[in-house]
């Protein structure tokens, strides 16, 4: 992962210098003895001073007084890097092979321009080409109508449809709890415990690896952000919740094959996340003062 990092870094480091030789290929690029192979040169300049610009954005958290960010060619996903909303999408996206960039918004102090972008302010939102949409669950079923090449849901109606009911019910009893432990751990505990519950007894009823099936599909990776988001708090409180491994048997196997999933390893390298650093974060929001910087 630091291998990785430093990489990105020093490739921020010689932005500039890229910045002057992307101006000496044009020149070249006119005359006619250089034109085949300077066009070729210069199209892997200009990529990757693309790709460096959308790393400089992605290493910045956007506050009020920030500039709104220029047009992007790319899918851009306005969210957090502790997000779980925001982490379940980033991980489809790249389950489908997307070219897509992140704009990390400060919710607790949101750049103007952002109600332009979503009237609620809320996050995450989705930006493509002229189109905007927000909301997590209709997010998801827009990536899988415009990018249909590589399905995260299911095709058959019936499996789809008790797929939706889960993530719907998650929604309702579930991620609201998690999200109230950050203030109220005791008073939140039972209720985390006994959507938990069922969440193991559905996975032992299905039989299969994952909710997708035998690979991952968007209900495992809308629930996987919820779940890395609860041991985190977890850990911030120092609080004992633990679940049986032996009862809770199909949900521990579910998490370990999640946990090494590569798209989901990627996701935290590209985010400058660990656990010990979401730790951190949720030690900064229970303080009542979140960095949403801290560990860049």
Same mark, same amino acid.
């Given at each position: 992962?630091?291998?990785?990092?430093?990489?990105?870094?020093?490739?921020?480091?010689?932005?500039?210098?890229?910045?002057?030789?992307?101006? +000496?290929?044009?020149?070249?690029?006119?005359?006619?003895?250089?034109?085949?192979?300077?066009?070729?040169?210069?199209?892997?300049?200009?990529?990757?001073?693309?790709? +460096?610009?959308?790393?400089?954005?992605?290493?910045?958290?956007?506050?009020?007084?920030?500039?709104?960010?220029?047009?992007?060619?790319?899918?851009?996903?306005?969210?957090?890097?502790?997000?779980?909303?925001?982490?379940?999408?980033?991980?489809?996206?790249?389950?489908?092979?997307?070219?897509?960039?992140?704009?990390?918004?400060?919710?607790?102090?949101?750049?103007?321009?952002?109600?332009?972008?979503?009237? $609620?302010?809320?996050?995450?939102?989705?930006?493509?080409?002229?189109?905007?949409?927000?909301?997590?669950?209709?997010?998801?079923?827009?990536?899988?109508?415009?990018?249909?090449?590589?399905?995260?849901? %299911? $095709?058959?109606?019936?499996?789809?449809?008790?797929? %939706?009911?889960?993530?719907?019910?998650?929604?309702?009893?579930? $991620?609201?709890?998690?999200?109230?432990? +950050?203030?109220?751990?005791?008073?939140?505990?039972?209720?985390?415990?006994?959507?938990?519950?069922?969440?193991?007894? +559905?996975?032992?009823?299905?039989? $299969?690896?994952?909710?997708?099936?035998?690979?991952?599909?968007?209900?495992?990776?809308?629930?996987?952000?919820?779940?890395?988001?609860?041991?985190?708090?977890?850990?911030?409180?120092?609080?004992?919740?633990?679940?049986?491994?032996?009862?809770?048997?199909?949900?521990?196997?579910?998490?370990?094959?999640?946990?090494?999933?590569?798209?989901?390893?990627?996701?935290?390298?590209?985010?400058?996340?660990?656990? %010990?650093?979401?730790?951190?974060?949720? %030690?900064?929001?229970?303080?009542?003062?979140?960095?949403?910087?801290?560990?860049?």
């Amino acid at each position: 992962c630091e291998t990785i990092l430093s990489a990105k870094f020093c490739l921020l480091g010689f932005a500039e210098s890229l910045s002057v030789a992307q101006d +000496i290929a044009i020149k070249l690029h006119h005359h006619w003895l250089f034109k085949r192979s300077l066009g070729q040169a210069l199209a892997v300049v200009n990529n990757l001073v693309s790709d +460096i610009s959308s790393f400089r954005l992605e290493m910045s958290i956007l506050v009020k007084g920030s500039p709104r960010p220029a047009k992007s060619s790319k899918i851009r996903l306005y969210g957090s890097r502790f997000d779980p909303y925001s982490t379940g999408i980033r991980h489809v996206m790249r389950e489908k092979g997307l070219d897509f960039e992140n704009v990390y918004i400060n919710t607790h102090n949101k750049p103007e321009w952002y109600e332009d972008v979503n009237p $609620t302010g809320e996050i995450p939102c989705l930006e493509y080409q002229d189109e905007i949409v927000p909301e997590t669950f209709v997010i998801y079923d827009y990536l899988e109508e415009k990018f249909p090449e590589k399905k995260s849901q %299911k $095709t058959d109606a019936y499996e789809r449809s008790r797929d %939706k009911l889960f993530m719907t019910r998650c929604a309702r009893y579930l $991620t609201p709890k998690i999200t109230a432990m +950050i203030g109220k751990p005791q008073e939140n505990i039972d209720d985390v415990m006994k959507a938990m519950s069922k969440v193991n007894q +559905i996975l032992a009823k299905r039989a $299969t690896d994952y909710f997708g099936g035998s690979s991952p599909n968007y209900a495992d990776y809308y629930l996987w952000g919820w779940v890395e988001t609860l041991s985190v708090i977890k850990a911030a409180h120092g609080i004992d919740l633990e679940f049986d491994k032996e009862q809770y048997s199909p949900y521990w196997a579910w998490v370990h094959r999640m946990d090494q999933n590569p798209i989901i390893e990627k996701d935290r390298i590209e985010r400058t996340v660990n656990f %010990k650093i979401r730790v951190d974060f949720f %030690k900064t929001m229970i303080a009542g003062n979140p960095d949403l910087t801290i560990g860049l």
